[in-house]
């Protein structure tokens, strides 16, 4: 049994070197690091073995950008040798000893690991909700050096663009969005149109998620045969959210597994999972998911304690 982990990275990087050296504890591992060049580059420690790329361009978060470095990460790995494909963060880490991770994929009889996603439908005269809006719309983002120079005018800027269109158009055909500091907004227009069908609707869900090799080869392959939707979501919002739940739902969703292999906590109204801490400790323990997220530098207590108690490390 080969893994092939593929870690999307753009922060503490000693984070993502720990989650590295845990994902080496079994045998059969294989771990690249994709590591955003909006950042500066790290230098993984001289006995660490990984595999860092650097994206193309900088990625920053929920646009067409990130979604082309992920592409990028995924399809270089279709000349590798592996069994499974498992993306990560580097805010992740396991809570369980990826020796059982190893074994589970092993006699599984599933082919994929995704949260079941959603159908976000194609809109009406009722309105929109927030999904449509995502992935019925094409963003034209302000660029994040420009956004950067306004420095503390940042947050009044936004919200005057966001009134001022607001009140020269209906928001279901143009809107500004604003996502959490420090991005960079963009203008949303809604598209004529899409390439939803009834039969291959838009799908949401999480975008961690684990592939057996036949659900990998079949991605790759789409992806090469499906230009107009891979262009159509490389403009919306939280594409990594979307585009690989589309193209696979409807020839793999009957041998999903139903869960995706991460325990996480969401704060409602947020878009991003809760920091863990030691109070989520009983439910870390009790978890039947092979990974948690999120982690950052104030992790130290609670990662201590999954290396000793969790990890036997």
Not at 63 to 82: N, V
Request: proline share 9%; hydrophobic share 40%; glycine share 4%.
């Amino acid at each position: 049994m080969r893994i092939q982990f593929l870690v999307t990275a753009h922060r503490d990087p000693q984070l993502a070197w720990r989650l590295v050296e845990r994902l080496h504890d079994s045998p059969g591992s294989r771990v690249r690091v994709q590591w955003d060049r909006a950042r500066p580059v790290p230098v993984p420690p001289a006995a660490l073995d990984v595999d860092l790329r650097v994206t193309r361009r900088p990625s920053g978060w929920a646009t067409g950008a990130q979604l082309d470095a992920e592409l990028d990460s995924i399809t270089s790995l279709r000349d590798e040798s592996f069994d499974w494909l498992v993306v990560l963060t580097g805010q992740c880490s396991p809570i369980k000893p990826v020796l059982e991770l190893h074994e589970h994929l092993e006699r599984t009889p599933h082919a994929m690991f995704f949260e079941p996603p959603v159908v976000v439908p194609v809109p009406d005269a009722s309105g929109l909700d927030y999904l449509q809006e995502r992935y019925y719309f094409h963003y034209h983002w302000v660029t994040q050096r420009a956004w950067d120079r306004l420095g503390r005018s940042r947050r009044v800027v936004g919200a005057a663009a966001q009134r001022a269109v607001d009140l020269v158009v209906p928001r279901r055909i143009a809107h500004v969005r604003r996502r959490p500091a420090p991005h960079a907004p963009g203008l949303a227009v809604r598209v004529r149109r899409h390439p939803f069908t009834a039969e291959r609707p838009c799908r949401k869900g999480p975008d961690w998620f684990a592939f057996s090799r036949p659900v990998f080869d079949d991605l790759v392959a789409s992806v090469a045969r499906e230009p107009v939707l891979v262009r159509h979501f490389g403009h919306t919002y939280c594409p990594t959210e979307a585009l690989f739940q589309t193209l696979l739902w409807p020839r793999w969703g009957d041998r999903n597994a139903g869960h995706n292999l991460h325990h996480t906590r969401f704060v409602p109204g947020s878009a991003n999972p809760r920091v863990l801490a030691l109070d989520d400790w009983d439910e870390l323990v009790s978890s039947d998911r092979f990974f948690a997220r999120k982690f950052d530098s104030t992790s130290d207590e609670v990662l201590a304690r999954i290396d000793r108690e969790l990890l036997g490390r």
